[in-house]
């Protein structure tokens, strides 16, 4: 049902899953493997439940300093951890050689910490403005120099913050139930681990998914 499932219930060998728009598919099973269980009942009980740092998702529209090489800044914090550049929806399709630039920060934090203003999506906005100018990254032009007409002035990068995405981290095991299968496997360990020699079209989106995500991991 790909993205169209928005609840799933469970009873016995039947898992019934219902639609943003009230309809309802059946399904009957013998073994249900589990990847993610949110918004599914009639699980088994919970045996425990382990919860890590959640990711942060900070995104920026930038507007100056949009276009430049960068594709991907990283450090060795947890508080935006990596910054990724992505062409800008906000321009409709862009013409090649000529591309504009938003970015989102990617940082892995505690409950705790989310609520500290140190790591509020202000502080992600100034250690990226750093980040950018130490790059070497500009802002738009301002006109020549006044005293070598030959030299550009640039205006200072600004950035501004959209939305703040918080992705839980939480890890939920269940009683044993012979119906059941629990994978906690990332969809980028999935995508990597996973063997498949046959050249068909699957297999083929696999190798395509994974080495995007490679690239474009955040």
């Not at 920060?105 to 999506?121: Q, T």
């Not at 059941?180 to 990597?192: G, H, Q, V, W």
Request: glycine share 4%; hydrophobic share 35%; net charge positive.
């Amino acid at each position: 049902m790909s993205n169209r499932a928005a609840f799933a219930s469970i009873r016995d060998n039947l898992l019934k899953v219902t639609t943003p728009n009230s309809r309802l598919g059946r399904f009957e099973f013998k073994n249900l493997v589990v990847f993610d269980d949110t918004r599914v009942s009639g699980l088994p009980l919970v045996k425990e439940r382990h919860e890590g740092k959640c990711k942060v998702l900070d995104w920026f529209n930038v507007r100056s300093g949009m276009e430049h090489d960068h594709q991907i800044f990283e450090t060795q914090s947890d508080f935006v951890k990596a910054v990724h550049f992505y062409p800008s929806d906000r321009f409709g399709i862009q013409k090649a050689g000529r591309t504009r630039k938003d970015l989102v920060a990617v940082s892995h934090l505690s409950r705790e910490e989310i609520n500290i203003f140190d790591y509020s999506d202000t502080m992600a906005r100034f250690k990226i403005l750093d980040m950018m100018k130490k790059a070497g990254i500009k802002g738009a032009r301002n006109g020549r120099d006044t005293y070598n007409p030959n030299i550009y002035r640039y205006y200072s990068v600004k950035i501004e913050p959209t939305e703040r995405q918080i992705i839980p981290k939480v890890e939920t095991f269940y009683e044993d139930d012979d119906r059941f299968e629990f994978r906690y496997d990332t969809p980028e360990e999935i995508l990597k681990n996973y063997k498949n020699d046959m050249q068909n079209y699957t297999s083929k989106i696999n190798n395509v998914l994974f080495s995007k995500i490679s690239e474009d991991y955040l």
